[in-house]
């Protein structure tokens, strides 16, 4: 039978570095569901569809095709074929991203996709949903989470090494205007499974938390 690792928390808690890491140690496989939800956003920028026109988003989204594969290790994310591994890490998606996730049809579809690439692999996967709502049997939930301001501090090295012109102020903003929406929209909330283990990561290193998870499995698995 395959085990299912549910990560969620909200944006910069090192979701992704920490399941990522994970992942090769297991040898699980990592899927990154807010990679799909960006590949979305770049959708609709790219067709000049605004992220508030839901009825469009509506109807175009049996145009999107979104895929997921692996190159040396790396999930990479193609949209109608087309690789934009890339391309959906700015500022700009974030926020289409977190907009039109809201959108029941857009839920709908990347759902859909995600529990058939977890049906019958071992899967670590992270998002905001995960425990919640596409992987509720998951064997082992975690959710983390970090103070605001070092979440900020962490996205804007990220960023500044991408070689994106961002301030401090301007991701903070970004942010926690983000995780707001999250939150508080009707569908699928941002929200910590009952059975998920509570994780502060603000004063962990990656691999702090990587061992930890590591040792939540390990309980899980023997019992
Ligand atoms: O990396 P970061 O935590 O900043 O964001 P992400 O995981 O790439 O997700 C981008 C956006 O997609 C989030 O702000 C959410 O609005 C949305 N998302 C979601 O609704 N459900 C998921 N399972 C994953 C992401």
Known sequence: MSFKIAIDGPAATGKSTTAKRLS????????????MYRAMGLYFIENNI??????????????IDIDIYYEDDEQHIKL????????IRTEEVSKYASVTSSYLKVREK?????????????VI??????????????????????????RARRRYEELLKKGQDVTLESVSH??????????TRANSPLRQADDAILIDTTNLSVDEVVEKIEELYNEKRGK
């Open 125 to 150: 996967m992270d998002g905001r949903d995960i425990g919640t709502v596409v992987l509720p049997n998951a064997e082992l939930k975690v959710f983390l989470t970090a103070t605001s301001e070092e």
């Open 110 to 122: 990347l759902v859909a996709l995600q529990r058939k690439l977890a049906e019958k692999n071992n």
């Open 24 to 35: 090769r140690k297991l040898s699980f496989i990592y899927i990154d569901t807010g990679a």
């Open 80 to 87: 109608n074929g087309r690789d934009v591994t890339k391309l």
């Open 50 to 63: 605004s992220y508030e026109d839901e009825e469009t988003i509506n109807q175009v989204c049996d145009d």
């Open 174 to 183: 970004d942010l926690e205007e983000r995780d707001h929406r999250d939150s």
